[in-house]
């Protein structure tokens, strides 16, 4: 429409230039790039964009707070390290069982207050451990440093249908892991 700009040299009248600079101001306010701010300066409307300084402490005070809640979490080690030895351990079981049912044999669970291991066997009494599902070794997990198994069961076997000898709870790290008797499923 018309290009007012300060300094410009001045073609016009003083009252065409006043209803030159009423149309800008006008036009300017709707669109949409000069919707935020705007601040009038003789003929030129210049629009400004950015935060007030409401705003910006506003985010500041909230940022400094979250850093003050969540930080200590992500820096305490041993809260992911238990959490993930409670995972282990119920997929472990979880492990044990399926392999019982897809060999038709029972498979024990050994804990100790640091290990959790699985054996095999045609009865209830298991000597062959079973191996790691890396290939090496026998399947044993070991708990990491200042996290231990504080309540567990003096034995548990899953025989060839899945089930286990008894109902079972596993604690270990605050975490505690339920094995149901007539369908043997595991949970926390």
Not at 12 to 19: A, C, F, G, T
Not at 54 to 74: H, N, Q, S, Y
Not at 103 to 112: D, H, S
């Amino acid at each position: 429409m018309f290009n007012l700009t300060l300094g410009a040299p001045m073609r016009n009248s003083i009252s065409q230039l006043k209803v030159q600079c009423r149309r800008v101001r006008f036009t300017h306010r709707h669109h949409h790039w000069c919707v935020k701010r705007t601040i009038d300066y003789g003929c030129s409307v210049i629009c400004q964009r950015g935060f007030t300084l409401v705003e910006l402490v506003m985010t500041m005070v909230i940022v400094g707070i979250l850093a003050a809640v969540v930080a200590p979490r992500f820096f305490d080690a041993n809260v992911f390290q238990s959490r993930g030895f409670s995972d282990q351990v119920q997929a472990s079981l979880r492990y044990a069982q399926k392999i019982a049912i897809a060999q038709r044999r029972f498979v024990c669970v050994a804990f100790t207050a640091t290990t959790v291991s699985l054996s095999t066997g045609a009865t209830a009494v298991c000597v062959t451990p079973l191996p790691s599902l890396t290939g090496s070794g026998n399947y044993v997990i070991t708990a990491p440093a200042n996290i231990t198994i504080s309540s567990f069961p003096a034995t548990l076997n899953f025989n060839g249908l899945g089930r286990p000898n008894a109902p079972t709870t596993v604690v270990t790290g605050g975490a505690t892991i339920t094995v149901e008797a007539e369908t043997g499923y595991v949970y926390q």
